[in-house]
């Protein structure tokens, strides 16, 4: 753990502050080291103030991804961002994590990116990722699983970026199977999940996220503009980046423990609760194929359960889901 995450760690701690002292006793340090690792967070916006009787005292964050604060709000026992890197600017944070998945890097990483030149959606389309504005990231997770199995990973990871989304900002998204969160209609963060396996086991797996937090509408491109919103625009105010990323880790390293225990079925009922596809009229384009028909529910897998126009029940594991919205 570096030395500032050890310092932003303990001013974070209930009683909100520390003294010179302690801070170097604990870090191993002088005082006038610990003087200088402080003036550098200040230069980063970081508002700490100094007095004689009660020490440092954290007052105010600046709006950036600073992997060291990152890692200070998390548990130290944590599996999915127990090592964090954050770029000001990338292609794609997927490339960035399929590069470490190859060198061997253990899972639970995670790549922030300030702003992407090749974001990447489903179905090879491009993700918008302005700089500073949302949260554009990939994680490395290595489970022990058929190929076939991957899908509760995404299903798992709309569950806990909706559950973290709530937390913070008290809005409840609707996710669309099997992998947008949505308000009123409106998408507002989308997840890449990319494989790479053998035919009975998976290597590696990256999740790559994005979520419009605080974009302004008119980033988004013309044909987008009307079915994307982000969560400023749902709020009325700027929601803080890093506390959102920082829940999002800790629900999703938490529901990863739950699905390698085999307890799917919790994580599917709350999507059940969350969902907006089931129970409605859909189409699904998959390839040259539309499947119109009801989605009635989610298979152990995470596959959806689609009763089609002539009463067939189909399994379907990818593809564009529309709902229909006259009965929305
Ligand atoms: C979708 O089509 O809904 C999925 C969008 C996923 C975008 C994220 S942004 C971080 C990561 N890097 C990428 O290039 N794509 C994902």
């Known amino acids: 753990m570096s030395v500032d995450t050890k310092i932003l760690r303990a001013l974070r701690r209930e009683s909100g502050s520390a003294s010179g002292?302690?801070?170097?006793?604990?870090?191993g340090i002088s005082r006038a080291a610990v003087w200088a690792r402080i003036e550098d967070l200040r230069k980063l916006g970081y508002q700490i103030e100094a007095s004689p009787h009660e020490g440092y005292r954290l007052t105010a964050t600046p709006d950036l991804l600073h992997a060291d604060d990152l890692l200070a709000?998390?548990?130290e026992d944590c599996v999915i961002g127990r090592n964090i890197q954050v770029f000001q600017e990338t292609t794609s944070t997927n490339d960035i994590i399929e590069r470490l998945a190859r060198d061997g890097v253990p899972e639970g990483a995670v790549v922030f990116a300030e702003s992407q030149t090749k974001g990447r959606g489903r179905l090879?389309?491009?993700w918008v990722s302005p700089s500073g504005q949302g949260l554009w990231f990939s994680l490395l997770l290595r489970p022990p699983w058929p190929p076939a199995q991957?899908?509760?990973?995404?299903?798992?990871?709309?569950?806990?970026l909706s559950r973290a989304v709530s937390r913070v900002t008290g809005v409840y998204p609707e996710i669309k199977w099997p992998n947008d969160l949505m308000h009123d209609g409106r998408k507002f963060a989308g997840i890449l999940t990319e494989l790479s396996a053998e035919p009975e086991m998976v290597r590696h797996v990256v999740v790559g996220i994005g979520m419009d937090v605080n974009v302004d509408s008119g980033e988004f491109?013309?044909?987008?503009?009307?079915?994307?919103?982000s969560?400023?625009?749902?709020?009325?105010?700027a929601v803080d980046r890093a506390q959102l990323a920082t829940q999002i880790l800790r629900e999703l390293d938490a529901d990863y423990q739950r699905l390698?225990?085999?307890?799917?079925?919790?994580?599917?009922?709350?999507?059940?609760?969350?969902?907006?596809?089931?129970?409605?009229?859909?189409?699904?384009?998959?390839?040259?194929?539309?499947?119109?028909?009801?989605a009635e529910a989610l298979d152990i897998d995470g596959a959806l359960?689609?009763?089609?126009?002539?009463?067939?029940?189909?399994?379907?594991?990818?593809g564009d889901v529309r709902v229909e919205r006259s009965q929305a």
């Open 21 to 27: 002292a302690e801070l170097a006793e604990h870090l």
């Open 73 to 75: 709000r998390l548990p």
């Open 124 to 126: 090879g389309r491009k």
């Open 150 to 160: 991957v899908t509760q990973i995404t299903i798992t990871t709309a569950v806990s």
């Open 221 to 229: 491109p013309d044909d987008v503009r009307q079915l994307a919103t």
């Open 231 to 237: 969560l400023r625009a749902v709020t009325g105010r």
């Open 260 to 294: 390698l225990q085999g307890r799917f079925d919790e994580i599917s009922s709350e999507w059940m609760e969350r969902c907006r596809t089931i129970g409605r009229e859909v189409t699904i384009s998959m390839g040259d194929r539309r499947l119109v028909g009801r």
């Open 305 to 318: 359960l689609v009763r089609s126009e002539h009463g067939r029940l189909e399994r379907v594991v990818g």
